[in-house]
């Protein structure tokens, strides 16, 4: 009986590797995805904290202008361009969210422009009449820099809810595979099952008939070609049959 237990482990080997390289397909595709959520999340996170740190940097060069100490600007300036690196390298993939974050970081370097000339005119002539027009200009400048971020926040949100979507219907997809394939699956079982069965069976009973025969004294007979030519172990003892018959 090995060949037969062969033919039925080959046969459920062969299922449970479909299962296993599905179950391979739907973790690289839910890694890749879950990957892009998780970057879209973190490019937010740091979106929200670029705008946040520099909010106050008009703010912290007037207090500078007026007071001569500039530590808090420069700390704020540094925390700007520490931000900007880490988000140079992010948006490569989405040209919209890429272009309103080159908008907003051009729009500030701006406006840091200003402050780092207006410093120096203040380093030669001590002369503080500038320093309100200065911060009413900027101010009005820094818009630019809130509309592009918030451009920037829109566009990675709705990317956000787009990759989102995407997951459910890779998930539903996916689901409806698995389902489909265990349905198969255990369909394809049940009917190997019943079709190597009466493959096993039906030999034996042609033998068991023969047997019987024997018993009754009817020597007449011959073993069907199909069974003696069989391989295994049911042409063996088909042979063994014959053989016997023979004697």
Request: proline share 0%; aromatic share 8%.
């Amino acid at each position: 009986m090995n060949s037969i237990k062969t033919k039925i482990l080959t046969s459920y080997l062969t299922i449970i590797g479909c299962v296993v390289i599905l179950l391979i397909i739907t973790t690289i595709v839910h890694y890749g995805l879950i990957n892009k959520y998780e970057q879209i999340n973190s490019n937010l996170v740091d979106v929200q904290t670029f705008n946040e740190t520099a909010i106050g940097l008009t703010d912290d060069a007037y207090s500078g202008f007026k007071t001569n100490d500039y530590s808090v600007y420069d700390k704020r300036l540094n925390d700007i361009k520490a931000i900007e690196k880490i988000l140079d390298s992010r948006f490569q993939d989405n040209k919209a969210s890429l272009i309103a974050y080159r908008g907003a970081k051009n729009s500030l370097a701006v406006i840091i422009k200003d402050i780092s000339e207006t410093k120096k005119q203040l380093d030669q002539s001590s002369d503080l009449e500038s320093i309100s027009s200065f911060y009413q200009e900027n101010v009005a400048k820094f818009e630019y820099v809130k509309q592009n971020v918030t451009d920037l926040i829109l566009t990675e949100t709705e990317n956000l809810a787009r990759v989102s979507r995407d997951v459910q219907k890779i998930q539903a997809v996916l689901t409806f595979a698995i389902i489909t394939i265990i349905v198969l699956g255990t369909a394809g079982s049940i009917i190997l099952a019943f079709a190597l069965a009466k493959k096993i069976t039906a030999p034996i009973i042609d033998l068991s008939e023969i047997a019987k025969s024997i018993t009754r004294g009817n020597l007449k007979l011959s073993v069907s070609s199909y069974l003696l030519a069989k391989k295994d172990e049911i042409g063996s003892l088909a042979n063994s049959f014959d053989l016997m018959l023979i004697n």
